[in-house]
């Protein structure tokens, strides 16, 4: 998938390319001669080695697209018949995920696994040893503002509920479906390059009322 392709449907970049295509000939090449001159700050894809991609100068928010997984769902789901709650681990990746499954009532596996993968990539990703794993039953609008975050790189994953929301460059307003894996560049980040704003999505208004969320972030320990 091109940068900055985020969707495929009706208004996607990939569809009005084909759109293009088909009504007039070489007009797919002018497009993308137009996407040149304007660099998308977004990158996304099926394979977790798209994260890697947060790296380019022209780069502010990698999403690695995955499906929702049932095993993943059913245990993240029991997380939330819990009060909110905030669990903080810093230590080396394995650590950090044991811990925090530790901290849990009960050790599910297949989060566990999971934290540590997701820690272990961003590790390297931020090239910092030690992560900070965070983890939120979220229940409020918690950073409701759009923002970019005063850290290097940043991830998040929302395990149940609705995703984080994010601005595309045409100013359109984007949400992350669950399980999907996010690298964001924030203000520490050295060297310019685009930043992308995002927030929590609003539980306290609208469509999203009464639901709630289990969301993962983590930052590098320097
Ligand atoms: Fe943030």
Redesign the pocket.
Known sequence: MARGEVGRGPGSAAYERRKMHTMMPGASRLLLVRRREVPSAIVSGFMPSVLDRIHSSDTGLAIWRRFTRLNLLVSASTLLTRPPFTLTIADAPEMAARRLCHDLLLFHWALYADFRRLATRFSTLAASPVVRMRLEHVTDDS?GKF???AVGL?L?CTYVGPG?EWVDPGGKIRRMTTMEVAV?KGSAFPGAGPRVL??SPPLSTGTLVGQSRLVLCIDAVP
Do not use: G, I
């Open positions: 950073c923002h970019v975050d940043r998040l984080t964001f995002h927030r």
